[in-house]
């Protein structure tokens, strides 16, 4: 398949926000790709591979335009000059290439499996004299490439391909190309045990659907994390589970799910990225502990003092996440336990399919609780006093509050998915409203006054899953330290857009647009009635959407999660009735 075919589509795509018309544009291109399927679902992504075989391009923007410049003869500060005028490297590629003779007149032609073959050897080129045979393939690749094709080549390679689409609409536009619809669900369950959406679509091509819809936990392949909805107190947790309620504490760490092979270990965190070089700690201990032949386990890594028992806040956890360096001083510094609380892969057996409470005892038996590893702290009753004790021993060890779990027949692992069978309850809840929520930035403001020079307020939006759209829900310009404050814009330049991103709602225009990629961890009093606002938009009144009042930051970034993995504005709609039910 022409690569130039693609870049068309891929025009078309950019011109367009409407979901439905996005998928259809997908739907005609995925038919047309015929074996050079799997390769053109990555690029669609922005990607080569899926996330956990973590292949990285590692050429910064200097580089490229060093190969801009050398293509075109002009000075490279002629290109940064360009390129700081754009904000995009791809319209300057574009735009130098335009001025050439035609490029690829008598070049070898552009496919979509040459251009990802080529940019698998850019990403594999590493030591003595990389940067030049980086740049010789990028040049290459644009001398032979129509301008159109050299700017989508060039945000590939930068990680700004920014088409507008999800891999929940890529994933739907493939049920719709090669799939039933009576199957979507169940190729949605697939895909969130296997999140590989190019092997997903060259299976659908080929009608070997029993393969997907076979698909569950698999060893060194990320499962996506089951996840828990949400309600404000015990009584309504016990009521809607019908008092087949088991309850844990909810741990303030980063999720973690380990797998294990023989003496191979491998970490993954819940955006299905593979952090195993950054805990060597939990690897070690790991293979020390279990004695199982394989295993998939799911859990949450805690800083931790052994000799006192006392467990440190996040942050100080996330330090570890990322780090390349100084990784055994780190394990002295802040040494962590891994609180274990489910399993769904055991010796060659998938377990998502076993209730909770099997699961659970297979768990058990599986080690023997120490300073490394322990079992999540667990009550199981659907007595309120008891509950309600419970939650407060789980806050006075430091604890976030408590994970309710379902224990019918029905307590199945559902990867990726929130549902009634987790659900959460947090200290916040106990107010009136001062929960914490995970939002988007997708916009900013210019500061004045004493905030001259970075953002006053940044724009926030929550995460509408059945759109798959980000709806605004605040402006946040409190809780900021001033090394915080003033390292704003910097922190967001490479993510700053000239126009709205496809997939954010918004009534409010910002200074400055930003790509919808950052999560941070939000506090707020209440959620109220806004005209200005689009979350959960008509849903409460007719003309208006639902807002966060005197929101502030709490110093979190979320670093864990993806923008798909933020608060849905189901979420708010649901914590707004539950608000309304409590003032009443």
């Given at each position: 398949?022409?690569?130039?075919?693609v870049?068309?589509?891929?025009?078309?795509?950019s011109?367009?926000r409407k979901r439905?018309?996005?998928?259809a544009?997908?739907?005609?291109?995925?038919?047309e790709?015929?074996?050079d399927?799997?390769?053109?679902?990555?690029?669609?992504?922005g990607?080569?591979?899926?996330d956990?075989?973590?292949?990285q391009?590692?050429?910064?923007?200097k580089?490229?335009?060093k190969?801009l410049?050398?293509?075109?003869g002009k000075?490279?500060?002629f290109?940064?000059e360009k390129?700081a005028?754009?904000?995009?490297?791809?319209?300057v590629?574009?735009?130098?290439?335009?001025?050439r003779a035609?490029?690829?007149l008598f070049?070898e032609?552009?496919?979509v499996k040459?251009?990802?073959?080529?940019?698998?050897?850019?990403?594999?080129?590493?030591g003595k004299?990389?940067?030049?045979q980086?740049l010789?393939?990028?040049e290459?690749?644009?001398?032979?490439?129509?301008?159109e094709?050299?700017?989508y080549?060039?945000r590939?390679?930068t990680?700004k391909l920014r088409?507008?689409v999800s891999?929940?609409?890529?994933l739907?536009a493939l049920?719709?190309a090669f799939?039933d619809?009576?199957h979507?669900?169940?190729?949605n369950?697939?895909y969130n045990?296997h999140p590989d959406?190019?092997?997903?679509?060259?299976?659908?091509r080929s009608?070997?659907?029993?393969?997907?819809r076979?698909?569950?936990p698999?060893?060194?392949?990320?499962?996506k994390v089951m996840?828990a909805e949400?309600?404000p107190g015990?009584?309504?947790?016990?009521e809607?589970?019908s008092g087949?309620s088991?309850?844990e504490f909810?741990y303030d760490g980063i999720?973690?799910q380990i797998?294990k092979?023989?003496?191979?270990?491998?970490i993954?965190?819940?955006?299905?990225?593979?952090?195993?070089?950054?805990?060597?700690d939990?690897?070690?201990?790991?293979?020390?502990?279990?004695?199982?032949?394989?295993c998939?386990?799911d859990g949450e890594?805690?800083?931790?003092?052994?000799?006192?028992?006392?467990m440190?806040?996040f942050?100080?956890?996330?330090?570890?996440?990322?780090?390349?360096?100084?990784?055994?001083?780190?394990?002295?510094?802040v040494?962590?336990?891994?609180?274990?609380?489910?399993?769904?892969?055991?010796n060659g057996k998938?377990?998502?399919?076993?209730p909770?409470?099997?699961?659970?005892?297979?768990l058990?038996?599986?080690?023997?609780?120490d300073d490394k590893?322990k079992?999540?702290t667990?009550?199981?009753?659907?007595?309120?006093?008891?509950?309600t004790?419970?939650?407060?021993?789980?806050i006075?060890?430091?604890?976030e509050?408590?994970?309710a779990?379902?224990?019918?027949?029905?307590?199945?692992?559902?990867?990726?998915?929130?549902?009634?069978?987790?659900?959460?309850l947090k200290?916040e809840y106990?107010s009136e409203f001062n929960d914490t929520?995970d939002l988007v930035v997708?916009?900013?403001?210019?500061?004045h006054?004493?905030?001259?020079?970075?953002?006053?307020?940044?724009?926030?939006?929550s995460?509408?899953?059945?759109?798959d759209?980000?709806?605004?829900?605040?402006k946040?310009?409190?809780?900021?330290?001033d090394d915080?404050l003033?390292?704003l814009?910097?922190?967001?330049?490479?993510?700053i857009?000239?126009?709205k991103?496809?997939?954010?709602?918004s009534?409010l225009?910002p200074?400055?647009w930003?790509?919808p990629?950052q999560v941070?961890?939000?506090?707020g009093a209440?959620?109220?009635?806004s005209?200005i606002?689009?979350c959960?938009?008509?849903?409460?009144?007719?003309?208006a959407?639902?807002?966060v009042?005197?929101?502030?930051?709490?110093?979190?970034?979320?670093?864990?999660k993806k923008?798909?993995d933020a608060t849905?504005?189901?979420?708010?709609?649901?914590?707004?009735n539950s608000?309304?039910?409590s003032?009443k």
């Amino acid at each position: 398949m022409k690569f130039s075919k693609v870049s068309e589509k891929f025009t078309e795509m950019s011109q367009t926000r409407k979901r439905l018309e996005l998928t259809a544009i997908l739907v005609d291109l995925l038919k047309e790709a015929q074996d050079d399927l799997k390769e053109l679902v990555y690029l669609i992504q922005g990607k080569l591979a899926p996330d956990y075989e973590g292949i990285q391009l590692g050429m910064a923007d200097k580089q490229l335009a060093k190969g801009l410049s050398a293509i075109s003869g002009k000075p490279q500060s002629f290109i940064d000059e360009k390129f700081a005028k754009e904000g995009d490297l791809g319209n300057v590629a574009k735009e130098i290439m335009s001025s050439r003779a035609q490029n690829a007149l008598f070049g070898e032609e552009m496919t979509v499996k040459r251009l990802h073959q080529q940019l698998m050897n850019l990403s594999r080129t590493s030591g003595k004299g990389s940067v030049e045979q980086k740049l010789k393939i990028y040049e290459d690749l644009l001398l032979n490439s129509t301008p159109e094709d050299a700017m989508y080549i060039t945000r590939i390679i930068t990680g700004k391909l920014r088409l507008g689409v999800s891999d929940s609409t890529i994933l739907d536009a493939l049920i719709s190309a090669f799939a039933d619809k009576e199957h979507a669900e169940e190729i949605n369950e697939a895909y969130n045990f296997h999140p590989d959406l190019g092997l997903i679509a060259e299976l659908l091509r080929s009608g070997e659907i029993d393969k997907v819809r076979a698909m569950g936990p698999e060893l060194f392949v990320p499962a996506k994390v089951m996840l828990a909805e949400r309600l404000p107190g015990v009584h309504e947790i016990i009521e809607k589970m019908s008092g087949n309620s088991a309850f844990e504490f909810k741990y303030d760490g980063i999720r973690t799910q380990i797998h294990k092979k023989g003496k191979e270990v491998r970490i993954y965190s819940r955006g299905s990225e593979e952090t195993t070089k950054n805990f060597p700690d939990i690897v070690r201990n790991a293979r020390e502990t279990f004695t199982c032949e394989s295993c998939i386990l799911d859990g949450e890594s805690v800083p931790y003092n052994s000799e006192t028992g006392e467990m440190y806040p996040f942050q100080m956890v996330s330090q570890r996440r990322g780090r390349k360096h100084d990784l055994e001083e780190m394990e002295k510094e802040v040494p962590i336990v891994v609180f274990l609380f489910d399993i769904i892969y055991l010796n060659g057996k998938q377990l998502h399919k076993v209730p909770y409470p099997d699961r659970r005892k297979i768990l058990e038996s599986l080690f023997t609780e120490d300073d490394k590893f322990k079992l999540a702290t667990r009550l199981v009753s659907s007595d309120e006093k008891k509950v309600t004790a419970f939650f407060n021993e789980a806050i006075s060890s430091g604890c976030e509050g408590l994970v309710a779990k379902n224990t019918s027949e029905q307590s199945i692992y559902r990867a990726g998915a929130r549902g009634w069978l987790w659900i959460k309850l947090k200290r916040e809840y106990e107010s009136e409203f001062n929960d914490t929520l995970d939002l988007v930035v997708v916009g900013a403001f210019t500061g004045h006054g004493r905030r001259k020079g970075t953002y006053g307020a940044l724009l926030l939006a929550s995460y509408n899953e059945v759109d798959d759209t980000f709806e605004t829900i605040c402006k946040l310009g409190s809780g900021f330290t001033d090394d915080v404050l003033f390292n704003l814009p910097k922190k967001f330049a490479d993510k700053i857009v000239k126009d709205k991103p496809a997939r954010v709602e918004s009534k409010l225009v910002p200074d400055v647009w930003i790509e919808p990629e950052q999560v941070m961890e939000v506090k707020g009093a209440e959620i109220t009635v806004s005209p200005i606002h689009t979350c959960d938009y008509g849903k409460v009144e007719k003309d208006a959407g639902l807002a966060v009042r005197f929101p502030r930051f709490t110093g979190r970034w979320r670093e864990d999660k993806k923008p798909e993995d933020a608060t849905t504005s189901k979420e708010i709609l649901e914590m707004f009735n539950s608000q309304k039910k409590s003032i009443k």
